[in-house]
Nanobody, 121 residues
């Protein structure tokens, strides 16, 4: 069992930056690939980025490529999402997820409760 807790969300102006963190419980964090997804009101949950167990593989949605960076620290059981050049379209509830593959689909075993990111224009 893995429990995930996101933090770092907030209100920021367009062009600003935020750093989200996801803390995982348990001693098996390094066994899981991690992903970030987001869901805006009235929209489906969508893939943002993912990272493999070792951190050697990352994937980004086209909409965030070049602006967002995912990283992980297996010693601290955390995965981070650095978000730069934020746009109002990035406003959403951001979720981290853990699973066996760093995939764009939602086939992750564990999900956090989400942290709200709001970008004002």
């Amino acid at each position: 069992q893995v429990q995930l807790v996101e933090s770092g969300g907030g209100l920021v102006q367009a062009g600003g930056s935020l750093r989200l963190s996801c803390a995982a419980s348990g001693r098996t964090f390094s066994m899981y690939a991690m992903g970030w997804f987001r869901q805006a009101p009235g929209k489906e949950r969508e893939f943002v980025t993912a990272i493999s167990q070792s951190g050697g593989y990352t994937d980004y949605a086209d909409s965030v490529k070049g602006r967002f960076t995912i990283s992980r620290d297996n010693a601290k059981n955390t995965v981070n999402l650095q978000m730069n050049s934020l746009e109002p379209e990035d406003t959403a509830l951001y979720y981290c997820a853990a699973g066996p593959w760093a995939t764009r689909d939602k086939r992750y075993n564990y999900w956090g409760q989400g942290t709200q990111v709001t970008v004002s224009s």
